[in-house]
């Protein structure tokens, strides 16, 4: 018996532009969508204009045919280099702006700083418990990802600060 199944969207990756409704909007999506068309074909994105400012009637042209680009479109560049039209609730629902995470880590840098502090204080404490929980976390943690990161900033040709050695408790 055929039953209808679940399916979820794989993640991949696309490139999209908004037009916000000006023709300055219109003229890098334009720019953009032709710059990935043939030279010798008609634009694939093509609008009227009139007057310095006002866009008339834009129009993509798509595997499907023609559709029209509307204020507020996003304008998506797919995984097989095709362009279509996405309504903005569509957008949303469907896409989240992929960010570097190389970014995301420098931003989340003083978070991590943070972190090693508490657990350096907590290591400092005169409570035992925390004293405990801070050596854990140094040596199962911290003191794990140390030779990696000297590796890795050796081949890049930097130097790390002096450190003080590791006490004997928290690599044992």
Not at 42 to 68: H, K, Q, W
Request: aromatic residues 8%; glycine residues 4%; contains cysteine.
């Amino acid at each position: 018996m055929n039953a209808a199944k679940r399916f979820r969207k794989r993640p991949v990756e696309i490139e999209a532009m908004k037009w916000d409704g000006s023709r300055q909007s219109m003229d890098s999506l334009c720019a953009w969508v032709n710059s990935h068309s043939d030279p010798l074909d008609d634009p694939c994105l093509s609008y009227n204009f009139i007057g310095a400012a006002d866009v008339s009637d834009p129009v993509l042209d798509t595997v499907e045919g023609d559709m029209r680009v509307t204020v507020g479109d996003w304008v998506i560049r797919g995984v097989a280099g095709e362009f279509y039209p996405c309504k903005p609730d569509i957008f949303a629902a469907t896409y989240d702006e992929v960010t570097d995470v190389f970014d995301e880590w420098a931003t989340s840098a003083a978070a991590a700083r943070w972190a090693i502090d508490v657990v350096v204080a907590a290591g400092r404490s005169d409570k035992p418990e925390l004293r405990s929980t801070a050596t854990t976390i140094a040596s199962s943690v911290v003191t794990p990802l140390l030779l990696p990161i000297n590796l890795m900033a050796a081949q890049l040709g930097m130097t790390p600060p002096d450190l003080p050695d590791i006490p004997d408790e928290v690599t044992e």
